[in-house]
């Protein structure tokens, strides 16, 4: 591994900018889940759907059992409380990344890794669908890697 003071600049803030990317992609896919859960219970209490689902016992239970599960996930998972924790730690990313030009490669690793001591990745194929978000937005294509069939799934839903 190569010391800091024999890393050029462009790298950590790289790792910044992807930092950022995977964040920012935490805090989308957390949002839509929320918004989905949100939907299925006001489309689940609509009236049409009661109506249209009021004599057939099979098709109220269904929806009840969706309604339920999704609002137990909601909870346990508080995906709105994980939204907006990314969202401070994309942040907090991007104030480093505001200040870099004034700062040392040791001073900007030492701000990654004191911003890494707390955040946290969620879901992991999404750390390979912003590395490459990151290296096409500097234009560095050919340094992509390959998603599989699992992370072009979570590049879509996020």
């Given at each position: 591994?190569?010391s ?9 803030v ?23 859960f949100?939907f299925?219970?006001?489309a ?39 939204a ?67 992370q ?6 996020a």
């Open positions: 591994m190569t800091a003071s024999q890393r050029s600049k462009d790298e950590p790289r790792e910044i900018r992807y930092s950022i990317r995977v964040h920012f992609l935490h805090r989308r896919l957390y949002r839509r889940i929320r918004y989905l949100g299925i219970a006001l689940a209490s609509s009236s049409v759907i009661v109506e249209a689902i009021a004599h057939r016992p099979r098709a109220v239970f269904v929806v009840g059992l969706v309604v339920a599960a999704t609002g137990l996930l909601d909870l346990l998972f508080d995906f709105a409380e994980h907006a924790q990314h969202g401070a730690w994309g942040q907090e990313f991007s104030d480093l990344l505001a200040r870099q030009s004034a700062l040392t490669v040791d001073e900007l690793d030492s701000g990654i890794a004191e911003i890494e001591g707390d955040a946290e990745i969620d879901v992991e194929a999404l750390r390979t669908v912003a590395w490459n978000d990151t290296l096409k937005e500097l234009g560095l294509e050919d340094k992509m890697r390959g998603e599989n069939l699992w072009k799934f979570v590049r879509i839903v």
